[in-house]
């Protein structure tokens, strides 16, 4: 009879154990999925930005090419971003950092 007791004790034992593992696995599964959460929120907020930004910076271009000014716009990129200058036209840049 004490050998059954023992049996039964070593069970429970068992269970328990084996309660409290699922328990922690899905305590670290929840943290782990609330942190992805959180990651997958944040880079759709930064996606969201970005969307945001292109559709202004395409309805600009579109009121650019419905007025009919795209040489201007074409000419300002490509001095301000590409550093072109007109035939004959003489650039200074301020090296001084003021």
Request: charged share 25%.
């Amino acid at each position: 009879m004490a050998k059954k007791q023992t049996s039964g004790t070593r069970s429970r034992l068992l269970l328990r154990v084996g309660v409290f593992a699922l328990i922690g696995y899905l305590a670290v599964t929840l943290v782990v999925s609330q942190v992805d959460i959180m990651v997958k929120r944040q880079q759709l907020s930064t996606l969201q930005l970005s969307i945001q930004r292109q559709a202004q910076q395409n309805t600009e271009l579109q009121r650019l090419i419905a007025s009919g000014d795209e040489k201007a716009y074409i000419e300002r990129i490509a001095r301000d971003r590409l550093g072109f200058a007109a035939p004959g036209e003489r650039v200074f840049i301020d090296i001084s950092g003021k």
